[in-house]
């Protein structure tokens, strides 16, 4: 009798001690909340409007930090195509300048399932700092009716004659750049040293650069790094003129402390992660090649210490260059002409977005060429969960597939080796 009661006042303290720490959870939320405020800017919006929806301001002025956008603050982006007036040859876009702190990040986003365009690019400098950019599309609106072939060598010609664009980050500590779809730009990521501890998530980088006489041009990311980790994570890069990943530089630039973990690259030039000066604390973890060879480091006489483990190469190759001290463990690298393997028949794995419970990456290696190939997704869609999957090249195009969930294996629309799509849901009715 003793015993049960002091179970059960056990039991009314531990719930007790629970609905204090809920209580005072949303209180903290709530009072963040009511400090931080929303803001609107809109293709049409006025320097001199309130920042609402009903009176939004420019996007020029929004990002240079002209307005009175505060840390913890979110600025919402209508609906619509933000055209950057400077279209000159080398024009980078609309200048980022927003300051936020380590617990009350800026936030840059477009409305929920709405498409919002910046036609130009954005670039993001000092003071930027603690700033989350999210769900935007950006491009260069002259690459659908110019040319992409320029008669002139090197990496600035002169007759490209329109905009850079993409997105160009020279600053910032503990900025997240996530599920941006970045496309048909000089360059898909410019992304310097000047830019610490920060992260580029989920975001789908196709068809931007250039031909020219001596070789292809623009990479789907081009970045060096020096303090700090910079982390690239659940990316799907394809198509493009130059490579996919170039985390390079020279012998006097900088390729350390990375984790790229988790990307997709297919059918474009090669994932490189070196360059001329010895590189230290790089880990590629659990990345998916097709028709793509990986490469660990470059010109580099030495490099200090790398990690290769669990990434799938199909139709690739992988070369780890001169590293002191080298993990390369579970690894699946099949060449082009090479005897598929086994077992695994096939891989699958459904990849859910670590900041959008609506998304996730989906992808298929089918060693085997089975037909169908199907997926449970139960841990993540609840029985009657509507869902679609997106071509990652048209990802505001017609669904590839698009039901609803009734708890029973998902037949995949792949057609041979290999498939990668966008897999958002909706609650059922």
């Given at each position: 009798?003793s015993?049960?009661?002091a179970?059960?006042?056990t039991?009314?303290?531990q ?52 307005q ?48 919002t ?5 954005l ?13 935007l ?30 997105l ?14 970045i ?73 350390d402390?990375?984790?790229i ?40 006489k ?8 669990d ?17 390369e ?12 393997p ?27 060429q ?43 629309p ?13 609650q059922?009715?």
């Open positions: 009798m015993r049960t009661v179970s059960m006042s039991t009314v303290k719930m007790l001690v629970v609905g204090f720490v809920l209580v005072s959870a949303i209180w903290s939320g709530t009072a963040q909340s009511a400090c931080a405020a929303d803001w609107y800017a809109a293709v049409d919006g006025k320097p001199e409007g309130a920042g609402t929806k009903d009176s939004p301001w420019d996007l020029q002025s929004a990002l240079e930090g002209k009175k956008i505060a840390p913890g603050d979110t600025l919402w982006l209508l609906p619509g195509t933000y055209k950057y007036p400077d279209r000159k040859q080398g024009s980078s876009g609309y200048v980022v300048k927003l300051a936020g702190q380590k617990d009350k990040p800026i936030h840059v986003r477009a409305l929920p399932g709405q498409r365009i910046i036609d130009g690019g670039s993001v400098q000092a003071p930027s700092t603690w700033l989350w950019i999210w769900d599309e950006i491009i260069v609106s002259e690459n659908f009716t110019m040319p992409r072939r320029v008669e002139e060598p090197g990496s600035h010609p002169q007759s490209y004659n329109r905009p850079w664009g993409g160009s980050v020279y600053s910032g500590e503990g900025c997240k750049f996530i599920h941006l779809l496309h048909d730009n000089a360059q898909g990521v410019s992304w310097w040293k000047g830019s610490t501890n920060s992260e580029l998530y989920g975001a789908i980088i196709y068809d931007n650069g250039w031909s020219a006489p001596d070789r292809g041009h623009g990479h789907a990311i081009y970045t060096q790094n020096q303090d700090g980790v910079k982390t690239i994570a659940e990316c799907i890069l394809t198509g493009g003129f130059s490579y996919t990943m170039h985390a390079y530089g020279s012998s006097q630039a900088y390729v402390n990375y984790l973990e988790g990307n997709v690259a297919y059918n474009g030039g090669t994932f490189l992660v070196g360059g001329g000066r010895p590189s230290r604390n790089i880990r590629v973890l659990r990345n998916f090649l097709y028709n793509i060879n990986m490469q660990i480091g470059y010109t580099a030495e490099n200090e210490d790398c990690q290769v483990r990434n799938v190469i199909l139709n690739g190759n992988l070369s780890i260059n001169r590293y002191k001290q080298v993990v463990q579970g690894n699946i690298v099949v060449g082009k002409n090479q005897p598929r086994k077992q695994p028949e096939v891989i699958i794995e459904l990849r859910p977005s670590r900041y959008d419970p609506r998304r996730a990456n989906l992808i298929v290696v089918n060693f085997a089975r037909s169908p190939v199907r997926l449970d997704p139960g841990k993540w869609l609840n029985r009657g969960d509507k869902f679609r999957l997106q071509n990652p090249r048209d990802f505001y195009g017609k669904p590839v597939l698009a039901a609803r969930y009734l708890g029973k294996p998902i037949g995949l792949i057609e041979g080796e290999f498939g990668v799509w966008v897999m958002l849901k909706d059922g009715d």
